[in-house]
């Protein structure tokens, strides 16, 4: 038999063969292992994008496995089929390791390159390490800066913002010495004044003019000053090798003004603190820009907190200065009122300790005028009468003007005749004017209203005081009064043009003018006329009399009626003009004189005559009963009267009694008006009974609603006059009622 | 003496009367009244006036010195008294009456005393004045002429 395999040539060397035959052995069992633990190991880890790669290098290295696997048994004689299936062996091994080694060709370089991607990334991964730790620290300086700003913004006290912060400073940066120079009052020198770690700071100034104290000044950065400049050799050198990094930086100091509206103005001398950081010594530290940023930024915010800080104390010192204020002003007040109450006390106690003699004086002395005197008996009374008139008048006076000052007179507004005043006023000035031979005249326009709505008494007494003194310092000539609305185009009082007048509707204004010829006033004098108690003259005081008070309370009267009074005169001799407009209110009611030519609510024709017309008058009063009797007989009327309710409700019950209409006094004794008209109604139908008229003397609106309550046609008050009882008589004809009261 | 001084001097003492506030615009009403068909209202309405006025003072006299005072009656007479100086336009009477009553409610008896008292003056002068005046008209229409008349 022939085998193509070599024939064992050294046969007698086994040895050789025996260990070809076992390194066979043991490389078989390695290529076959591999696959394995490849296989193995690829399948535990997640990634590995090469699986074709390993898939053909396990079969090569299977094949390569099973080739030599194959070989041993060539060692030995063997047949032709295992040289077959070595030769089949062989072929593949061949084929696939040619593949795989065509495949490592373009695997290889990917690999490679892996290799140099992963160096690239963990150089990035160093660098992002790097950049991350800058950022943190970054971060922490912005965390500190927060929290020194919040520390410092927390507190209004000074100190502590300036402790605070270089406290702070200190910590964050760790400093070894952080100093703060405070500009002294002359504003020329620094001071010294905050350190963090030196205990007794030197009492040490520094010049402004330095040039690091400029150069720091003009710069809104943290500088870098050398650490031999005066302002950073705050310790004493202990002697060690070198001294830290030293930086300044300007605080600037605001004030109130520089927040006020216009902006910020950069211009004028701004005063500056100075703040030295110094780094620690013998550290190989270096101010890094993210420090000396903080550093600036602290310094700013030192600069807002201090202003507030200023702004708190000064409002401080301002609300306590108000406080004091109101406290003096509190206490002024209260004594001025305890002045006033009692001065009024006083007054009231003097003006009726002294009016109640003064009025018995009066009352006894007219009445002894009336008794039989002789002449000088008369003449003494007389004297008296005229003295204590004066008396009383100047008593009235004082009292009037002191509560006109402190507005508790008020002015009694009613109902009036204008007219009747101003004649009133020149009929009681006829006689004296008359003796002196002086003329009085009085117009009046024909525009004036008749009826105004004021405080009559009150402008008669203006009036007459006006013309009292235009006749009293008239030694002849004459006196002339006009009276009329006033008109936009009337000359106004040259010293106060501010006096306007409100027009309205429901107001007038009326001027009054009393011209005379009298010794007039010279033009310095005239603002002084209408003070209290000085008069032009003394020797006049003693010629014409007066208390001086005349002017001022007529002023004060006019001011209350919200008008003006002021007097004119060309000068010495030559006469004077008083002028005062008042405010009168347009009186919409109607008088009962003017209720002919005028509407009345309801309109009615007046009867004259009511042609015998029963009427039943029940008054207690005997003069009353009388008097309405009179008026209604006047009016044509059938009158019966009674004396009280129970004789009334008795004439009522008589058969056949036709009285129209009932006249009832409220207050009488027994039984009284509502009694009497609640038994009526009681007893009489409405169409049936006479209509009732209350009489009564109260003004109230309570007694005015109760009788209309009760059912009365009208409520009449006492006094009636002719024409009040003409115009209710023909009211009650016409519509069974007064117009003001409910309709039957 | 002839009527045109007599009118003269009622004109007179009628301004006069009532200038000095003794009497006021309800007098004038009552001389209205008076005309040929009532020709004494006024002097009937005085004379009535006064004989009620002097027992009513004299009822307040009477209660003021009383002990206890009863203030209610003395104010129902004032209350009557002011009434009727109201109605026939005593103005100072009324004043006083208001006076009076206002102490009367203050049940201050001085007060009373001395509003009273000067309620009793004034009650006087007008009634010496008003008679005078009555007096003259009499003379007037005695001597055949006519009373004037006050606007």
Known sequence: ?744 | MDVAKLQQQHLELTQALFKEGFLDEQFTQLQQLEDPSNPEFVAEVSTLFFDDSQRILAELTKSLDGDPVDFKKIDAYVHQFKGSSSSIGAHRVKVGCTVLRTCCEEENREGCWQALQQVKQEFFLVKNRLELLLQLEQQILAEGGTIPFME
């Open chain 1, 1 to 744: 038999m022939d085998c193509n395999c070599e024939e064992a040539f050294w046969p007698a060397d086994d040895l050789l063969m025996r260990y070809q035959y076992i390194s066979d052995f043991f490389i078989a069992l390695a290529y076959f292992s591999i696959p394995l633990e490849l296989i193995y190991f690829v399948k535990k880890s997640a990634v590995f994008p090469y699986r074709w790669v390993l898939v053909q290098f396990g079969a090569f290295i299977v094949l390569c496995g099973a080739t030599h696997l194959i070989s041993l048994w060539t060692f030995a004689p063997h047949s032709r089929t295992v040289a077959a299936v070595m030769s089949v062996s062989k072929v593949l091994t061949a084929v696939v390791s040619c593949a795989t080694a065509l495949m490592l060709v373009h695997i290889i370089p990917d690999l490679l390159s892996v290799k140099t991607r992963e160096l690239f990334l963990k150089n990035k991964a160093a660098e992002l390490d790097r950049e991350m730790g800058l950022i943190r620290t970054q971060e922490e300086t912005g965390r500190h800066v927060r929290m020194l700003t919040h520390e410092i913004r927390s507190t209004l006290d000074r100190h502590t913002i300036l402790n605070t912060t270089l406290v702070e400073l200190g910590k964050t940066l760790a400093l070894e010495e952080c100093a703060l120079w405070m500009p002294t009052r002359s504003g020329l020198e620094l001071q010294l004044s905050h350190t963090l770690r030196t205990t007794n700071p030197m009492a040490v100034t520094v010049p402004l003019h330095h040039p690091t104290i400029i150069q720091v000044f003009n710069s809104n950065r943290a500088v870098a000053i050398s650490s031999n400049s005066p302002v950073a050799a705050t310790r004493p050198r202990t002697g060690k090798y070198v001294e830290g990094d030293v930086v300044a930086v300007r605080v600037p100091l605001l004030h109130l003004s520089n927040f006020r509206v216009g902006g910020w103005s950069d211009s004028g001398k701004r005063p500056y603190a100075l703040m030295v950081l110094m780094l620690p010594s013998d550290s190989a530290r270096r101010w890094h820009i993210h420090e000396l940023e903080l550093v600036e930024v602290v310094a700013d915010q030192v600069a807002v907190a201090l202003s507030h800080a200023a702004i708190l104390e000064e409002s401080m010192r301002a609300r306590d200065l108000l406080m004091e204020q109101n406290v003096a002003l509190d206490m002024a007040r209260r004594e001025a009122e305890t002045a006033i109450c009692a001065r009024n006390d006083f007054l009231a106690v003097m003006n009726h300790e002294m009016r109640t003699p003064m009025h018995a004086i009066i009352a006894m002395a007219s009445l002894l005028q009336e008794t039989k005197m002789t002449p000088e008996q008369r003449s003494m009374v007389e004297t008296v009468l005229r003295s204590s008139n004066l008396l009383a008048t100047l008593i009235s006076d004082v009292l009037d003007l002191s509560r006109l000052e402190d507005g508790s007179l008020d002015l009694d507004t009613r109902n009036f005749n204008l007219p009747t005043v101003f004649r009133e006023v020149l009929n009681l000035v006829k006689p004296i004017a008359s003796v002196k031979k002086l003329s009085v005249s009085l117009s009046m326009a024909s525009d004036l209203p008749e009826y105004v709505i004021g405080d009559d008494k009150r402008l008669m007494q203006v009036a007459l005081n006006v013309v009292g003194n235009a006749v009293k310092f008239s030694r002849e000539g004459s006196v002339s009064v006009t009276v009329c609305l006033e008109r936009p185009e009337y000359t106004r009082d040259p010293r106060s043009p501010d006096f306007c007048m409100v027009p309205s509707k429901h107001h007038c204004y009326i001027r009054v003018q009393v011209r005379d010829t009298g010794i007039g006033i010279k033009s310095q004098d005239l603002p002084k006329v209408f003070s209290k108690f000085v008069q032009k003259d003394s020797s006049l005081n003693k010629h014409f009399g007066g208390t001086g008070l005349g002017l001022a309370i007529c002023k004060r009267f006019v001011n209350l009626m919200e008008g003006h009074i002021w007097i004119e005169s060309d000068g010495l001799g030559k006469g004077s003009t008083v002028v005062f407009i008042v405010k009168l209110g347009i009186s919409e009611q109607i008088n009962e004189m003017d209720q002919r030519n005028s509407l009345a609510v309801h309109p009615t024709p007046v009867y004259s005559n009511f042609n015998g017309m029963r009427v039943l008058v029940t008054d207690d009063n005997g003069v009353n009963r009388m008097v309405t009797r009179g008026l209604l007989m006047r009016l044509g009327c059938d009158v019966t009267v009674v004396g009280s309710g129970r004789e009334c409700l008795q004439v009522l019950s008589q058969p056949g009694q036709n009285f129209r209409v009932l006249f009832l006094d409220v207050c009488m004794p027994d039984m009284d008006g509502y009694e009497v008209a609640n038994r009526i109604q009681e007893k009489f139908s409405s169409h049936e009974r006479p209509l009732l008229v209350a009489l009564t003397a109260s003004t109230n609106r309570s007694t005015r609603e109760r009788c209309l309550n009760l059912g009365m046609d009208g409520v009449l008050l006492k006094p009636i006059s002719l024409d009040k009882m003409r115009a209710v008589l023909s009211e009650l004809l016409e519509w069974g009622s007064l117009s003001d009261s409910p309709r039957r």
